[in-house]
């Protein structure tokens, strides 16, 4: 399962709650670094409220259901995605709220593995309130997989996108932009950049294609929303002259390992931020965390793709196969360690493929254990 194609609100079954998932679904972009959640409120058969978490810092679903209700809170079911939050943060305690409302039952689609705010249907039901859990918590976890992932690691949910020729490339011509997938594509490309919290490409990236990485509509104009840009280089410095660091699109992000001197026009530009070069990606991907990124959107190379894959972290990678062939002078796709021949042990496996226009998309995570390979980052 995956968000990409499909809704995995229709796999609910539960009336209340696949209308509680829709309605968590319109926070998705703006909670961050909260999760998307929902709540429905019902009496007699009615639904006497509803909401959904807009925003970090504004009021969360269950408060926002619980105003439109009213006084038709009392005796009503609450019907909430995750887990309503056992702890005072910048807004009052939504497990609380809900029993100071009268609320007499709740059914809720999964728990809150977060150790600040967990413990909410243990609140609900030393009140009195009678406490359910949805049958299948599956839709409700995808609903909310970035910031599973984030909760548990501390690092971000990566999730990598590479477009690929029929013919298995990336690239067409080395150091030039290749057009590979069509405009259709391109618009699910600003869908999963306009759902990140930062994207990021290799230095390499930025030389060669000079992106934007903004989220623009299909007239060009820019969304009001823009994800942080994250330029990650070892040694190579981007030059001053690349367009996102004038576009005034918002922050850029300079990744680079600690020790590497930031050209001082460049200081003056970017965010820089530093990691232990010996603690490779993985320790990027901390730093990114580190900085409140829950969710990073790679748009990878073939030299950022074959380093993720090895240091296993990828947590989703999404594949745009466009129609022409790229032909043998391009580059792999895949470069491999020296001699390495990569790994079939422990693949990615797909959970979800689909259409866009002309090109199809294909969706690749990791098993279970989210392991695919026990290989070591080669920074
Ligand atoms: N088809 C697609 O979806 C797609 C997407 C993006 C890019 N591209 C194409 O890919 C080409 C560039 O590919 P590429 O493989 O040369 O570059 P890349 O994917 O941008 O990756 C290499 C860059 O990442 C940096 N980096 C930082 N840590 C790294 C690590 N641990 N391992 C590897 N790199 C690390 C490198 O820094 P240092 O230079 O300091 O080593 C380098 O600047 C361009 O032609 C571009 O058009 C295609």
């Given at each position: 399962?995956?968000r ?19 309605l ?7 909670t961050?670094?909260?999760p998307?959640?929902g709540?429905v ?10 909401g959904?978490h807009e ?20 005796g ?12 005072v ?15 007499g039952?709740a059914?809720i ?7 600040l705010?967990r413990?909410?249907a ?12 949805a ?16 909760a ?17 490339h ?7 932009p290749?057009?590979?997938?069509g405009?259709e594509?391109?618009?699910l490309?600003?869908r999963?950049?306009?759902e ?6 290799g ?9 934007a ?18 330029l ?6 981007p ?12 922050v850029?992000t ?22 232990a070069?010996?603690?490779?990606l ?13 969710s ?8 950022l793709?074959?380093?993720?894959y090895?240091?296993a ?9 466009g ?14 360690a020296?001699g ?13 493929a689909?259409?866009?226009?002309a090109d ?6 990791p ?11 080669r920074?």
């Open positions: 399962m995956s990409l194609f499909g809704d995995v609100c229709d796999s609910v079954s539960d009336p209340y709650l696949r209308r509680a998932c829709r968590a679904e319109r926070g998705r972009g703006t961050s670094p909260n998307v959640v709540c409120l019902v009496r007699d058969g009615r639904v006497v409220g509803e959904w925003r970090a810092g504004g009021p969360h679903a269950e408060a926002v259901a619980l105003a439109s209700a009213g006084d038709a809170a009392r009503s079911t609450a019907y909430v995605t995750l887990e309503p939050c056992a702890h943060g910048r807004t009052p305690s939504c497990a609380s709220a809900l029993i100071e409302a009268g609320v039952r059914v689609g999964t728990s809150d593995p977060h150790t705010a413990g909410g243990e609140m609900l039901s030393h009140a009195g309130v009678e406490v359910e859990f049958d299948d918590p599956a839709p409700f976890n995808e609903l909310i997989t970035e910031w599973l992932h984030f548990s690691t501390g690092t971000p949910f990566v999730r990598v996108k590479v477009a690929l020729s029929l013919d298995g990336s690239t067409l011509v080395p150091g030039s290749s057009r590979i997938s405009r594509a391109s618009a490309t600003m999963l950049r306009s990140a919290d930062a994207v990021m490409v230095v390499a990236t930025a030389l060669s294609d000079d992106p990485l903004t989220v623009r509509g299909d007239d060009g104009s820019a969304a009001a929303r823009q994800p942080r840009r994250v990650l280089g070892r040694a190579s410095q030059p001053a002259s690349l367009r996102m660091l004038h576009d005034g699109a918002g850029v300079l990744l680079a390992p600690e020790g590497v001197p930031t050209e001082p026009m460049l200081a003056r530009l970017v965010d820089t931020r530093s990691y070069l010996s603690d490779g993985a320790g990027a991907l901390n730093v990114l965390g580190g900085s409140g990124v829950v990073l959107l790679v748009e990878a190379g073939p030299r793709l074959t380093a993720l090895d240091g972290l990828i947590d989703e990678l999404v594949l745009v196969h129609g022409g062939m790229a032909g043998t002078s391009a580059p792999d796709l895949y470069l491999g020296d390495a021949t990569g790994s079939l042990a422990k693949p990615l496996h797909v959970v979800d689909g259409r866009c226009g199809a998309v294909t969706v690749w995570r098993d279970e254990e989210g392991t695919y390979r026990a290989g070591t980052d920074s």
